[in-house]
């Protein structure tokens, strides 16, 4: 089949605290992208003490690709604060967000395009990750599939390193809430479905996200599950005061992931 291309310029954001080991291989793999239109990369370093700044400013220095890097440091104020940095800078049209301990595939942002430019009314396309093969309610079999808000709050799916979203839907849903330390991805993307019918999910792994690591109770934000939960809580209330869920449909969410947090903290005992 003929695609009829779209010239679109990814700007793709980085927030980066005390990532020394991990930015290379990450910075690497956004370089390594086979998608064949302009592109820009910006690192927000968000108060790093361990040096990671300049494993970036060598990247920059002996950059001899056709994406320009820039680097940006701030004052540490947490990931929410540094990713609406990077989207504020952004020339993009579309914003692509990476975690600076994650890993895209080569093809990942041309598979995102390629769906883009057959539908137009995809305004944010995330993709599975390593371990998400993945099985939204009888959707396994489609190639892309669509998410509403009850589908997001049951698995907050799609990965944050997995999205590409349109800048415009961004700022019109007000970006990240730089209040919320926990669980501000799944916050972000229900406010966005209140300006798009559905988010799209490209179904084939294209992210490896966290070396490999537990995606709660390890390190990082996922660390401390409670908060974790809270944060869980206040976005299921967000989503009741939209009306993007019913009080009945709050309940169950309350039940549901009262007995996720519950389970988690048994097997986390256990290991």
Excluded at 112 to 140: A, H
Excluded at 158 to 180: C, D, F, Q, V, W
Excluded at 242 to 264: G, V
């Amino acid at each position: 089949m003929h695609i009829e291309k779209t010239v679109i310029l990814i700007s793709v954001v980085i927030p980066m605290y005390n990532a020394k080991k991990t930015i290379a291989k990450c910075i690497d793999s956004v370089l390594s992208q086979t998608y064949q239109g302009e592109m820009e990369l910006i690192v927000i370093n968000d108060g790093s003490s361990d040096g990671c700044e300049k494993t970036v400013q060598e990247y920059i220095s002996s950059n001899k690709t056709s994406i320009p890097i820039k680097l940006i440091n701030k004052k540490n104020g947490g990931v929410s604060s540094a990713r609406n940095m990077g989207i504020r800078e952004a020339a993009g049209e579309w914003i692509a967000l990476l975690d600076s301990d994650d890993i895209w595939y080569p093809e990942k942002l041309e598979k995102q395009v390629n769906e883009i430019n057959l539908n137009e009314t995809i305004k944010f396309i995330g993709t599975n990750r390593d371990k998400d093969p993945y099985p939204y309610f009888g959707k396994s079999k489609n190639k892309l599939y669509t998410l509403n808000a009850e589908e997001v709050i049951a698995k907050w799916y799609p990965h944050t390193s997995t999205a590409l979203i349109n800048k415009k839907i961004l700022i019109e849903s007000g970006m990240y809430n730089e209040k919320r330390t926990h669980a501000e991805d799944g916050d972000l993307w229900l406010r966005i479905l209140m300006h798009c019918d559905y988010l799209y999910v490209l179904r084939e792994v294209l992210v490896d996200t966290g070396g490999g690591k537990r995606s709660f109770g390890d390190t990082g934000l996922s660390a401390d599950m409670h908060k974790m939960y809270q944060g869980e809580l206040e976005i299921i209330k967000g989503a009741k005061k939209r009306r993007q869920i019913n009080s009945f449909h709050f309940f169950c969410f309350y039940l549901f992931l009262s007995c996720k947090y519950l389970r988690r903290k048994i097997i986390i005992g256990l290991s």
